[in-house]
């Protein structure tokens, strides 16, 4: 009990989390993890008693966690959109879960408005609607009119939603470190590096300040399109804790009923959000990454506007280069294309190359065999980030997430029309990005790029050099060597010295009692002189052990 409170503050809350894990049938877990006898006998008994139907484990995975509240609803909303760190059928099925918390109460809004922006609510807006217009994890929406007769969208953190979120995680961790201890089958998706990744996650999320700053840069981004609009941020009303953005009035994508009852034109809202999107990656580097399609806004005009920036992703050249190449081996069916860019990504030493390459074979194979028009890019990439996670290979997170956005985008538009081929706007596009690779402009910029990197490797070498160099001459250079097979000969050949040492010190005493039987005269056990009996009787017991741990290996071997 002492570790479990040194490790976790929140007893009381600690505890409500078992028992939820516990009535949701997780009980089995709880045992392998050594916790289940915090649970009180009384609901142990009942619980015998009470017969359920069997679950699947991914259903039950997201009905506890709606039953654990908003920080562990955020945790399934984050691992829906990382099918790279889960199975499939676990990210699909924590698509479901959504963010249906109760409002918080408008005294509270103002309070936490006037305290942060430092003046009353009626200085600061002509008009604020009491009732949000939309309720989340972290945060509620209200809208507002200014006194400048602009209509706006105010952004207001839940009271306490810090130390709550920094409470749960908190035990997440203690949870995730006890997960990889005890189960084998868990520690392969590495639960603590989740749970580090969703700290990181919220941490971005309760800044505010950090969501107006993105939301401004992607204003810059798209300055000007006619296909994309950007809301605009009001620096003079926003705070760590509340964000006023331009309202946007329009349809969220999901909502097909609506766009059809409006009469909008759905392949070009389609064809407008995959540009903007590819647009995001491949030429401005920076792009939404919360792929939930109520972050998506469709307009009268059949443009769209993105709303909600507080996680976004970045693309450098070589991950650009190396998506180019991903989706242009998709396109063109490429499977060498497809197995040299998962490998430029990031393999670990211990991946079989050769199974590696025959699951990709699996997913092109029957691609050449059928029209470019029935390739369906959300299946290949599902299926990739599948093999990526079953070879434990090293995607970037961003480039998961943008895969995730893609595979959003035309699971909606196929709801809408089920004969919608993405590929058909997916093609000109790549091509066009493979062109402009091809371009001497863009070849004479990457020259440039890269010689700088050279000048720069050739200026440090010779300083560089030389400090090896003199490490070597002096004898102090350490070389660090990890191998498995290495240590395991090193374990062998430790083993084995040591049952020579025991050879020959058995040896020793027999010849010893040998000698000692011809020449010792005085006191006797059994007719054999007392030292001789003595060392007769330790080597007995050296062999004895000699023997007994050398069956003892082979059986483990067995």
């Known amino acids: 009990m002492f570790h479990l409170i040194k490790e976790v503050r929140d007893i009381k809350r600690f505890n409500q989390i078992l028992l939820v894990l516990f009535e949701e049938g997780f009980d089995f877990l709880l045992t392998k993890i050594n916790l289940k006898h915090h649970i009180p006998i009384t609901k142990q008994l009942k619980s015998r008693l009470r017969k359920s139907g069997e679950k699947k484990p991914e259903v039950m995975l997201r009905r506890t966690l709606e039953r654990l509240g908003p920080t562990f609803i955020k945790f399934g909303q984050v691992l829906s959109v990382r099918p790279d760190l889960i199975p499939k059928e676990y990210s699909k099925e924590l698509e479901k879960l959504q963010d249906e918390v109760p409002e918080f109460p408008f005294e509270e809004v103002k309070s936490i408005i006037e305290k942060e922006l430092g003046k009353s609510i009626g200085h600061l807006f002509l008009h604020f609607e009491k009732k949000p ?193 991903l989706l242009y081996g998709i396109v063109m069916q490429d499977e060498d294309s497809i197995m040299e860019t998962l490998a430029g990504m990031g393999m670990e030493e211990d991946v079989d190359y050769e199974e590696l390459k025959s699951d990709i074979g699996c997913i092109i194979q029957p691609l050449q065999h059928s029209s470019i028009k029935d390739i369906k890019i959300s299946r290949v990439l599902e299926e990739i980030l599948d093999i990526a996670l079953k070879h434990r290979l090293k995607v970037p997170a961003s480039f998961v997430l943008f895969g995730k956005t893609i595979i959003t985008l035309e699971g909606i538009a196929l709801e809408y029309d089920p004969s919608f081929k993405l590929i058909d706007t997916a093609k000109p596009f790549i091509e066009k990005i493979i062109a402009r690779r091809s371009n001497p402009i863009y070849a004479w910029k990457n020259f440039v790029h890269n010689m700088s990197k050279y000048r720069k490797f050739a200026e440090e070498f010779p300083e560089k050099a030389e400090k090896a160099l003199d490490k070597i001459q002096r004898g102090t250079i350490k070389v660090d060597i990890e191998d498995t097979d290495i240590k395991k000969l090193s374990l062998e050949i430790d083993r084995s010295s040591n049952r020579v040492a025991y050879g020959l010190l058995i040896a020793a005493l027999l010849i010893t009692s040998a000698i000692l039987i011809q020449v010792q005269k005085g006191p006797t056990i059994l007719g054999v002189p007392f030292l001789s009996f003595f060392s007769f009787f330790f080597a007995s017991i050296l062999m004895f052990m000699l023997f007994f741990s050398i069956i003892m290996e082979r059986m483990r071997h067995w």
């Not at 603590?192 to 999320?205: G, H, L």
Request: hydrophobic share 40%.
């Open 133 to 325: 217009i939309a309720s989340a994890s972290i945060s509620q929406v209200h809208k507002a009119v200014l006194k400048t007769g602009e209509k706006v969208a105010v952004k207001v953190q839940r009271p306490d939603v810090k130390r709550i979120m920094e409470t749960d995680i908190e035990i997440m961790f203690y949870f995730a470190n006890l997960l990889e201890k005890h189960m084998e089958r868990i520690k392969r998706f590495n639960p603590v590096k989740i749970v580090s990744e969703f700290k990181d996650w919220t941490e971005k999320e309760l800044d505010f300040r950090l969501e107006a700053r993105n939301a401004k840069r992607f204003l810059q981004n798209f300055k000007g399109s006619k296909t994309v609009r950007i809301p605009r941020v009001y620096d003079e009303l926003t705070s760590e804790k509340v964000l006023t953005l331009q309202f946007i009035d329009g349809v969220e994508l999901h909502d097909i009923k609506e766009i059809k009852r409006r009469k909008l034109d759905f392949n070009e809202i389609i064809k407008n959000g995959f540009n903007a999107i590819m647009t995001q990656v491949f030429v401005h580097g920076i792009f939404h990454a919360d792929p939930h399609p109520g972050n998506i806004i469709v307009m009268r005009d059949n443009s769209i506007a993105f709303i909600d920036f507080g996680i976004v992703g970045f693309f450098d050249d070589k991950l650009k280069n190396k998506c180019t190449d």
